[in-house]
């Protein structure tokens, strides 16, 4: 009872600040080909519904969103575009390991690892997205993609995934459109897209990548106003490269 009221007043508060940080809908996307963005993950739950998207960044892990912890992730599936053609072998159970700073997605820190269950072989289907080396200088304006599966803006659910280009808005410009509205954007984030712009996601995408120039830059966080009907406000990634020491660590024990 006590973790469904906790729920109930989350997201209602998500509610109220025009936040949503749920679901998986690409604005404008195109299908990505067979032969790209190998390493997407379809996270979801004991009844095998996706509920959020993720990324693989080594054999044995897959970054994610931390607020998707509360949909109860219990398996991811890579391998495969379309969630309509998924075998048993595809899936992998995960173990949760959520940044120890995350406490709600509009505090920041909205970053998990999941450790699969077994080593993913890369193949043709399953590659692993290459992580930065260190901070990311974006361009304002500069082009990146993010990619996921779920509703488009008028409502159809699709079972292949999407992708779009999405441009950079720069940081201290997106910290002044928020404010605007009375929300402040908490520290390491990224902003792109949903600004100036019809592409972006919608009601988060939720841990999908940002991916710039190749490599993963940012994972989907948030927006705001569910209609998705672009451009209104800069979307919100978690900044990737702010917690490259945190992943690093986990992946050296190989463990959380």
């Known amino acids: 009872m006590k973790h469904a009221l906790h729920r109930i007043l989350l997201l209602q508060l998500l509610t109220t600040l025009g936040l949503h940080a749920l679901g998986s809908e690409i604005i404008n996307g195109k299908k990505v080909p067979d032969n790209k963005m190998q390493f997407m993950a379809s996270v979801q739950n004991n009844q095998n519904v996706h509920i959020c998207g993720g990324f693989l960044i080594n054999e044995v892990f897959v970054v994610t969103a931390a607020h998707c912890d509360r949909s109860n992730p219990t398996s991811v599936v890579l391998g495969t575009h379309n969630l309509k053609k998924v075998d048993e072998k595809m899936r992998y159970g995960v173990k949760r390991c959520k940044h120890p700073s995350y406490k709600k997605v509009e505090e920041g820190a909205d970053i998990m690892l999941l450790k699969l269950s077994r ?4 193949n043709k289907r399953i590659k692993p997205i290459p992580l930065p080396k260190a901070e990311i200088k974006f361009k304002n304006e500069q082009k990146c993609q993010v990619a996921g599966w779920g509703s488009t803006s008028d409502g159809k659910s699709v079972d ?47 841990g999908g990548p940002l991916v710039c120039n190749g490599r993963a830059a940012g994972v989907v966080s948030y927006n705001w106003n569910n209609n998705c009907q672009y451009p209104n406000m800069p979307n919100v990634y978690t900044d990737l490269p702010k917690y490259l020491p945190w992943i690093r660590k986990i992946l050296k024990k190989n463990n959380c």
């Open 119 to 122: 080593k993913a072989r890369q």
């Open 160 to 206: 292949e995934l999407l992708m779009v280009v999405v441009p950079i808005v720069d940081l201290e410009a997106c910290k002044r459109i928020w404010e605007r509205r009375n929300f402040t954007l908490p520290e390491n984030i990224t902003c792109a897209g949903g600004y100036r712009t019809k592409n972006g996601f919608c009601e988060g995408d939720s």
